[in-house]
């Protein structure tokens, strides 16, 4: 609850990376001539806060909230609040590989959505559930995910280290139906305003070139 009533989270909040980060050199090649839907599962702090980031992605076709890491029974946002479940706050992106890669996903996750490098918490909000996580459904994933995480780490775009997790996605629970499009729904909620609005307002800014077109 603490986040729900903390609006100076923003005021101990900042990402410690350069405006622009720079492009995945490692990337799947289907851009352009997949076929499908394919989803990404990642975890950045409140979920309010990058589920509202990703809907202003060309080629995200739907974000939902919701747990990953821990287990069915404790799915549920009063227990995970404990930070004793393993889950984290997460997000599953529906997304068309034709028009954006896993790549680029991640590169908005880094560059936009949160501050890889604060370990378990985002600014105020502390605790496992806030961790920094990258859960990987496929070898795919995992490759770009790690290669990328090192690219960043070379290219020195962060004034701290990494420290988010590379982990294999064993299930995505959806959160309670109030938590889901809460931004959208709520935008005069002081948290929304304050934390979540200034990270939408970035996406236009830092990933010009990845956001829909109004």
């Known amino acids: 609850m603490q986040r729900r009533l903390a609006v100076l989270w923003l005021l101990g909040f900042s990402i410690a990376a350069a405006a622009h980060l720079p492009d995945a050199a490692v990337d799947d090649k289907t851009l352009g001539g997949a076929k499908g839907k394919q989803t990404a599962v990642l975890s950045g702090g409140c979920f309010w806060c990058v589920e509202a980031v990703f809907q202003q992605i060309e080629g995200v076709e739907k974000v939902v909230s919701g747990y990953s890491g821990g287990d069915a029974a404790s799915a549920h946002y009063e227990i995970v609040s404990t930070g ?3 889950h984290a706050e997460s997000v599953r992106i529906t997304y068309d590989p034709a028009k954006i890669s896993y790549g680029q996903l991640l590169k908005v996750f880094f560059s936009v959505a ?58 995505f629970y ?9 931004c959208r729904r709520n935008p005069m909620n002081p948290y929304v305003m304050n934390v979540a609005m200034p990270k939408v307002e970035k996406v236009a800014k830092d990933v010009p070139e990845l956001a829909k077109q109004k």
């Open 174 to 182: 959806p959160a309670e139906e109030h938590h889901q499009n809460f």
């Open 84 to 86: 004793t479940t393993g």
């Open 114 to 171: 949160h501050d890889p490098t604060q370990l378990n918490r985002q600014g105020h909000d502390i605790g496992t559930q806030y961790r920094s996580a990258i859960f990987y459904s496929n070898p795919e994933q995992k490759r770009i995910a790690e290669a990328y995480i090192a690219q960043l780490g070379r290219a020195n775009v962060f004034q701290a280290p990494i420290v988010t997790q590379v982990v294999e996605l064993k299930a």
